[in-house]
């Protein structure tokens, strides 16, 4: 389980992170929903040690991770897509994913697993990162971070821009690293019907603060939908 206690972050002078406290349960999908500039990317970054923290903790399995630099935060089972996906536009397809296992020993070949994950990677291995589609470009991303082998996917508003088709081929991926491989995931989402369909748990952000959370079955019962309307 990750475990988010009392957690504040600022820029400059505004505070963006207001004692934010939240629970990720082991192998479960659990989603952050919030209106845009809440603060969604801005806690996924403390969570990655990407941006320093100003107070609080942040245990992953027991252990106090909130100052470890972001390095061992993915040695110890941690993996962030980010918002955007980042993806390298002149690197091939194959040396994107090998960049993703970088932190680990002598990486040289890419598992057969993430390729089964996502045929099209395999297909278009030898193809430039920026002539892939952008929904193309968010699978590599996701593969990218899996090869680091994660206990905990940590996923930043995937569905941004990318065509229907690709968003169900996605959300059946997560289930399938949920169900299947026991992974742990934190999807940061604002489409609602998707993060619905595949929520274990909600947690629901307005202006750094936490203000609402449960079961995924309750999302719409809780009024989820209307919180998060713009
Ligand atoms: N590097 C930065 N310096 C200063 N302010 C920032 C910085 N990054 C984000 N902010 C501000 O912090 C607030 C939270 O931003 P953040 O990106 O975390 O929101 P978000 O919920 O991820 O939004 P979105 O849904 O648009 O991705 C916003 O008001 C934003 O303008
Ligand atoms: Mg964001």
Not at 16 to 27: E, N
Not at 45 to 67: A, D, E, N, Q, Y
Not at 187 to 215: H, K, N, P
């Amino acid at each position: 389980m990750l475990e988010v206690e009392s957690l504040n972050q600022y820029y400059g002078g505004s505070h963006i992170l207001r004692d934010v406290r939240m629970t990720v349960p082991d192998a479960e999908l659990t989603v952050l929903l919030g209106r845009n500039g809440v603060g969604k990317t801005t806690l996924l970054r403390c969570l990655m040690g990407v941006v320093p923290t100003k107070s609080g903790t942040i245990t992953w399995r027991g252990s106090k991770i909130s100052s470890m630099a972001t390095h061992a935060r993915v040695a110890s089972g941690l993996a962030y897509v980010p918002q955007g996906r980042d993806i390298f536009g002149r690197l091939t397809v194959e040396e994107n994913l090998l960049v993703g296992a970088a932190s680990r020993k002598a990486p040289s070949k890419i598992p057969d697993r993430i390729y089964d994950l996502f045929p099209v990677l395999r297909d278009m291995k030898n193809r430039r990162g920026g002539d892939l589609s952008g929904g193309q470009q968010q699978q590599l991303a996701i593969g990218r971070a899996l090869m680091s082998e994660p206990q905990l996917l940590i996923l930043d508003e995937p569905t941004e821009g990318i065509q229907p088709s690709i968003i169900r081929d996605i959300g059946r991926t997560l289930r399938q690293l949920v169900d299947e491989m026991g992974m742990t995931v934190l999807l940061v989402e604002q489409y609602y019907d998707f993060a619905r369909e595949l929520a274990d748990r909600y947690w629901v952000m307005s202006r750094g603060e936490i203000v609402a959370g449960g079961a995924g079955s309750e999302m719409d019962a809780h009024g989820v939908r209307e919180l998060i309307a713009v």
